[in-house]
């Protein structure tokens, strides 16, 4: 009878532990970087721009596979390409550019590549809260954003960026297994925001790591990418006429034209101390 007794309590005490193992971490906010609404250009120079290209590598284990981390990391890739071509389209506006479906001026293209890899997998197993494991995870971020002269490939300008983990992170995540003591398991997750609490301080590093990677890419394209130019002011100097009188020439003095747009957030860009996750 009283080991009866013990294994009820065994049950409720793990019953309780379960519920009580959770906490619930939102996705990041991807603020924008630049103010969201801006005019149409009226430059002349059009634009191509379709979607991001993403590209992802991965080396880790199939335990990681099944985990609700992995879930949590797609989901985030999923907001990190919305956001970024958002706020793409409104870079190009700044920069003076006309967006166009097709038969445009200039094309953009941008390739983000995501390479994940797991190390040192150890799988354990605890009486209470069945088998996990405790692993590494690093994450390395690249992103290529090509502007091409639709009419000659050469004339082009190429924008990079590169963002990763500053170390490892330390993994310690449930998995499932079929020996019989799922009552004392920990209840396996598969929504991204619930979380172990064990994993609660990785997903948070990994969050930041995808913030910085968002906003080191449009940093780069804003600051590196040419203002829209007709490309008939884009030729060399002209020929002078055969008895050109330069003593009658007035020197043209253009005003100059102070760029009013900021990128925002000049104040969160000096480290990840000053990124705003959650709101």
């Known amino acids: 009878m009283k080991k009866y007794i013990l294994i009820l309590s065994a049950f409720f005490l793990a019953a309780c532990g379960s519920s009580s193992s959770f906490t619930n971490l939102s996705l990041p906010n991807f603020k924008p970087q630049v103010q969201t609404q801006v005019q149409n250009a009226n430059s002349g120079v059009s634009i191509e721009f379709a979607s991001i290209n993403m590209e992802q590598n ?16 797609e989901r985030e890739i999923e907001l990190l390409k919305q956001n970024l071509e958002e706020q793409i389209e409104t870079i190009v506006k700044l920069k003076g550019y006309e967006l166009k479906d097709s038969n445009a001026d200039y094309k953009l293209n941008g390739l983000v590549s995501i390479y994940i890899e797991e190390k040192d997998v150890q799988k354990n197993s605890s009486f209470m809260s069945g ?6 995870l690093g994450i390395n971020f690249k992103a290529k954003i090509e502007l091409v002269d639709a009419e000659n490939s050469q004339n082009s300008t190429q924008i990079s960026s590169d963002t990763k983990l500053d170390s490892l992170v330390e ?10 003591l799922s009552m004392f398991k920990t209840t396996i997750s598969n929504v991204p925001t619930e979380l172990s609490k ?9 969050d930041k790591s995808f913030l910085a990677f968002y906003k080191n890419t449009l940093n780069s394209l804003y600051n590196n990418m040419p203002l829209a130019e007709k490309k008939e002011e884009k ?13 009658n020439i007035e020197p ?28």
């Not at 993994?171 to 019989?180: F, R, V």
């Not at 064990?198 to 990994?206: N, Q, S, T």
């Open 58 to 73: 991965n080396n880790y284990s199939d335990f990681f596979e099944n985990s609700v981390l992995k879930l949590r990391i």
């Open 131 to 136: 088998d996990f494991v405790k692993s590494n």
């Open 171 to 180: 993994l310690n995540y449930p998995i499932k297994n079929d020996d019989g």
């Open 198 to 206: 064990e994993l609660a301080k990785p997903a948070f590093e990994i």
């Open 235 to 247: 030729s060399s100097f002209n020929s002078f006429e055969e008895n050109t009188n330069f003593e």
């Open 252 to 279: 043209k003095i253009e005003p100059k034209q102070e760029n009013t747009t900021e990128f925002l957030d000049k104040s969160e860009e000096k480290d990840l101390g000053g990124i705003e996750i959650f709101e």
